[in-house]
């Protein structure tokens, strides 16, 4: 079975900094997707970043961009320029064959002004 | 487009009572989905459906009934709630174009005393 593990409870940064938020994965599996999800107070969960598990290419979105290391089953995200709106609880996510997402336990980010 | 709705936004319920949650799209999704997340963890996925008529057991699918008679809609039931069942509950929907991006509710708040 697959799992999903985001080691870093919590983390915090200064605004403008750059931050890297933590996540493994286990899988068999050759083809899936990675995710990161976002989730503000509000607890809308907001897709913050995609990565095909084919392409070799680093995913960017803006300040948003993932190191993605197969061989290590490593999926972070680095978060350059941090904002205020920024803080919010981080998900790591897995979806292979069966398309159904599989989360880890969620990172709390803190931006200190 | 609303994207993914759910009603009601807040429920409480006393024990063996039963309720219905309702989950719908707009965006013409084939797959649809319920998490349920509870505190400081991830979101584990109850059940889902993968086209209108059909549904699946997901991981933790105990206690919790789900329909899907029409593809825009996917309910979600309790038929004797337990204190166990206070949880947030968020529907998603994808469609199946390869990306595997789910899309998210607002998410319900649901107590049970």
């Given amino acids: 079975a697959q799992t999903v593990t985001q080691s870093q409870p919590e983390m915090s940064v200064q605004e403008a900094e750059t931050v890297t938020l933590s996540c493994t994965y286990d899988t068999s599996e050759s083809d899936y997707y990675l995710f ?25 979105e803006n300040r948003f961009s993932v190191n993605f290391q197969k061989a290590a089953k490593s999926f972070s995200l680095k978060i350059s320029d941090s904002q205020l709106g920024d803080a919010a609880m981080y998900f790591c996510a897995y979806a292979g064959n069966t398309g159904k997402l599989i989360f880890g336990q969620g990172t709390t980010l803190q931006v200190k002004p | ?7 009601p936004k807040f429920r409480v319920l006393k024990t063996g009572q039963s309720m219905t949650l309702l989950c719908a799209q707009d965006m013409n ?3 649809m989905y319920w998490y349920r997340q509870d505190p400081g963890m991830g979101l584990r996925l109850i059940h889902y459906s993968v086209g209108e008529g059909t549904t699946a057991k997901g991981e933790v699918p105990d206690g919790y009934n789900v ?7 996917f309910l979600l039931g309790l038929e004797s709630a337990a204190p166990s069942q206070t949880s947030v ?6 469609y199946p174009d390869g990306l595997e991006t789910q899309y998210f509710g607002p998410g319900t708040r649901l107590l049970v005393l």
């Fill in chain 2, 89 to 94: 509950y968020f529907c998603a929907s994808s």
């Fill in chain 1, 36 to 60: 990161w999800y976002k989730q503000p107070p509000s607890r809308q969960m907001i897709l913050v970043i995609r990565q095909e598990a084919y392409k070799q290419q680093n995913a960017t």
């Fill in chain 2, 67 to 73: 329909s899907r008679l029409k593809k825009q809609n």
């Fill in chain 2, 29 to 31: 999704h084939e797959y």
């Fill in chain 2, 1 to 7: 487009n609303a994207g993914v709705t759910q009603t």
